[in-house]
Each structure stands twice: as C-alpha cells, then as structure tokens.
C-alpha cells in the first residue's frame, strides 16, 4: 500500500501543476485549478473559454474570469472530498484485512 502513495502523490502533484498552468494560461487562477485536477476538471478546462481572447469586452472577460475560477473552486472541494472519501475506504479496508 505504501508503495502506492509513493507513486500516486507525485502523479497528482504533478497532474496539479499541469492543470494549474493550463489554467493560468487561459486567464484563471492557478490554485484553483490545481487542486481540481481530476478527469472533470480536465474536461470542464477543456470546454471553458480563454480569458485571453482579444474580441472580449473587459466585463465579458471579467464575468468569464470570475465563473472559470468559481468552477475550479468548486471541482477543487469535490475532487478533495471524494480523496478524502477514498483514502478513509482505503483505511477502513486495511483495517479489517488485520
């Protein structure tokens, strides 16, 4: 099992940051999308507009900023809530094989 955390965080860590910077990279904040970093999020970034297209009016840029970064805030909870949930199964099956 522990060889599996070994591998497992540095994979997410590193699937973060590139989720992250593809998020900087079209207008929205980098933490948030770092932490949503799950198939979801790679979909949901993939669809979303890029902040960074010159025909946008400045409130048009603004509200699409805005709803990107409060998307990613809330993939962000979902995506910790169900690691949470998974590594709470993971010590509860570990549990009872003892």
Known sequence: ??????????????FGYLMGSWAKNKGYEFWNWFFA???LGFIWLALSRNAHLEEMSDDVRKEVIRKGN????FLSFISILFT???MMNLLFSMSYNY
């Not at 099992?1 to 590193?14: C, G, K, V, W």
């Open 37 to 39: 970093s799950s198939i």
């Open 1 to 14: 099992m522990f060889y599996i955390a070994i591998t497992f965080i540095p994979l997410m860590l590193l």
């Open 84 to 86: 949470f949930m998974t």
């Open 70 to 73: 409060k998307t990613g805030s």
